[in-house]
C-alpha cells in the first residue's frame, strides 16, 4: 500500500475503536504527538518495522495494511479480507460543529450498520455535538449525534431534530398538529419552554437526529 493509503487505514482503525491519537502513540512508547504527525503530516513517512507490527496486533489486521510487506500468496484471502474489514466496512462521517477536536474531524461508523439507519445516501449524515441541556435527559451537553440531513422539511415527522438558530444548531423534538399542519417546538428538559404551532416554513431544519453516542459517568 501507498504511504498516503497507509495513514488513511490508520486513522480509520484508530476512529473505529473510538481510540486517540495520544494513547496510540503511548502503545509503541512515542510521544503523545507521534501517531497524529505521521497521519496529518506524513512524518515520519513510514512506520517503524516494531511500531507496525504492534499497531497491527492491537488492531487485529495484517501488517501489509499499515505499510508491510506483501502477504504471501498463501496468506492472501485472509489479508484481503482483513484489508477490506479495516477500510471499507467503515464509513468516516464528518464532524460540522465547534465540538469537534478539530477541523476536518470524523467520527468512523460500520458501513453496513450505518446504511440500514439512514433515509438514503450515507453521505448525506453529519455528527453535530449538543450544545445545552434543553434535551435532558434523552440528550446531555456534548453528546455527539448523528444527523440525516437528507431527512428533513419534506417529510417531517414527530421526532428530534437539528434547527438553525441564531447562528448555531439547536436540537428540538418536533411534532406536527395534524388539525393545523403547525409544528410544535419542545424540549425534553421541562425548565425550557415550548412552542405550539410554528409554520413548518418557518424552520430552518439541518435534519433529523437518528442516534448518539456518550461516554459512560
Known amino acids: ?15 473505529a475503536r473510538r481510540e486517540d491519537y495520544a494513547s496510540v502513540s503511548r502503545l509503541i512508547g512515542r510521544n503523545p504527538t507521534y501517531i497524529q504527525q505521521f497521519i496529518r503530516r506524513g512524518v515520519p ?3 517503524d518495522e516494531d511500531d507496525r507490527r504492534t499497531l497491527a496486533r492491537h488492531f487485529d489486521v495484517p501488517e501489509h495494511v499499515l505499510g508491510g510487506p506483501p502477504a504471501r500468496v498463501g496468506q492472501a484471502v485472509v489479508a484481503r479480507a482483513a484489508e477490506a474489514t479495516a477500510i471499507d466496512d467503515y464509513l468516516l462521517v464528518p464532524c460540522l460543529d465547534a465540538g469537534a477536536d478539530d477541523a476536518g474531524a470524523a467520527l468512523a461508523f460500520q458501513a453496513r450498520w450505518i446504511s440500514g439507519l439512514c433515509s438514503g445516501d450515507p453521505q448525506a449524515l453529519a455528527v453535530i455535538h449538543v450544545d445545552g441541556d434543553a ?5 446531555s451537553h456534548g453528546d455527539p449525534v448523528l444527523v440525516d440531513t437528507a431527512d428533513g422539511s419534506a417529510a417531517l415527522r414527530d421526532g428530534i431534530y437539528a434547527l438553525r ?5 439547536l436540537m428540538k423534538r418536533l411534532t406536527r398538529n395534524p388539525a393545523t399542519q403547525g409544528i410544535a417546538i419542545r424540549s425534553d428538559n421541562p425548565r425550557w419552554p415550548d412552542w405550539e404551532d410554528s409554520p413548518a416554513e418557518s424552520l430552518d431544519i439541518v ?3 437518528i442516534w448518539v453516542g456518550r461516554e459512560l459517568r
Not at 501507498?2 to 476512529?15: E, G, H, P
Not at 438558530?165 to 444548531?169: D, L
Open 45 to 47: 513517512r513510514k512506520l
Open 207 to 209: 435534519g433529523r437526529v
Open 165 to 169: 438558530s441564531g447562528g448555531g444548531v
Open 135 to 139: 434535551m435532558e435527559p434523552t440528550l
Open 1 to 15: 500500500m501507498n504511504a498516503v493509503a497507509v495513514r488513511r487505514t490508520l486513522d480509520t482503525l484508530i476512529q
